[in-house]
C-alpha cells in the first residue's frame, strides 16, 4: 500500500529520530497508529542495546553538559548556559523547539536543566553533541505536527511553566505559552489571548489548561459546534459568552 504525503513525513521524522530502516519505521509507524513518538518509544525499547548503549557515550553527554553548568550550581544549567545551549544548535532560546527538547528531557522547572535531566534526553535522542542534536531538530518540530505527540508536550508545558509549589498557572505566563504553542495552530487562539488579557482571573488550572486544547479542536472550524450544556471548565464557559456578545 502506498504512503500519503503526511506518512511518508513521518516515516523521515521517525528514521531522523532514531536512524532506524525505512522498512523498520513503516511497521513501526503501522504498527502504533502511525503516531511518531510511540513508534520512537518503541524502537528504543526493543532495540535497547544496539540503539541505546551501542551509539550514546555517556562520558561525552556528561562533558558536554558541562560546558553549559553554572558555576555556582555545577548540577544545573540555567539561563546564561541555556542560551549558550541554544545558540551552539542554532536556535532563538524562545524557538518552540526549546520546549521539545525540555519534554524529551523530562524537565521539571522553567529555564533549568539538571544535569540528570539533561542525560535523560540526550541518551533517549541519541546525542552526545551539539552537532548531532541541531541534526535532530527537523525531526523534534515534526514531532509537532503530529496530533498523538502534540497532546502530551502540551500537558507537559503546564507542569514545565508554572511555578513549583503552585497549583495553578500565572495568566501572564499561560498567556505567553498558549501565545507559543497554539496560535500558529489554532488562529481562534488569537481570540482566546485577547480576551484572557482583560479577564479578571489571576490563573489557570491544569484542568483548563488541558480541556482548552480539546476545546480548539472542538470549535476549530466553528464557534457553532460549542454545546454550552457539555462541562467545560468556566474560564472557557466566559469566553464563549464574550464571543456570543461580539456577534450581536
Known amino acids: ?94 524557538d518552540i523547539v526549546v520546549l521539545v527538547i525540555a519534554w524529551k528531557m523530562k524537565a521539571a522547572t522553567m529555564c533549568t536543566f539538571t544535569k540528570k535531566e539533561f542525560m535523560h534526553g540526550m541518551k533517549e535522542l541519541g546525542c552526545e553533541s551539539a552537532e548531532q542534536l541541531k541534526k535532530k531538530l527537523p525531526s523534534l518540530r515534526a514531532l509537532l505536527d503530529d496530533p498523538t505527540s502534540f497532546k502530551p508536550f502540551y500537558s507537559f508545558c503546564f507542569m514545565y511553566s508554572k511555578d513549583q509549589g503552585q497549583k495553578s498557572l500565572g495568566k501572564e505566563m499561560a498567556i505567553a505559552m498558549w501565545e507559543l504553542i497554539l496560535v500558529d495552530r489554532f488562529p481562534k487562539a488569537k481570540d482566546w489571548v485577547t480576551f484572557l488579557e482583560k479577564h479578571p482571573s489571576h490563573g489557570v488550572t491544569r484542568d483548563t489548561w488541558d480541556l482548552f486544547y480539546d476545546f480548539m479542536l472542538k470549535v476549530e472550524a466553528s464557534y457553532d459546534a460549542y454545546d454550552e450544556n457539555e462541562a467545560w471548565p468556566v474560564l472557557i464557559d466566559d469566553f464563549m459568552t464574550h464571543i456570543d456578545s461580539q456577534k450581536k
Open 1 to 94: 500500500m502506498s504512503l500519503n504525503s503526511k506518512q511518508e513525513s513521518q516515516v523521515k521524522s521517525l528514521m531522523d529520530f532514531t536512524s532506524c530502516s525505512r522498512n523498520d519505521a513503516v511497521s513501526l509507524l503501522r504498527k502504533h497508529q502511525w503516531n511518531v513518538s510511540t513508534a520512537a518509544d518503541k524502537y528504543f525499547e526493543e532495540n535497547a542495546n544496539i540503539a541505546k548503549l551501542h551509539i550514546v557515550n555517556e562520558a561525552a553527554i556528561s562533558a558536554w553538559f558541562d560546558t553549559y553548568a553554572d558555576i555556582d550550581d555545577p548540577d544545573c544549567i540555567l539561563d546564561d548556559g541555556i542560551l549558550k545551549f541554544c545558540e551552539d544548535i542554532g536556535i532563538d532560546a524562545q
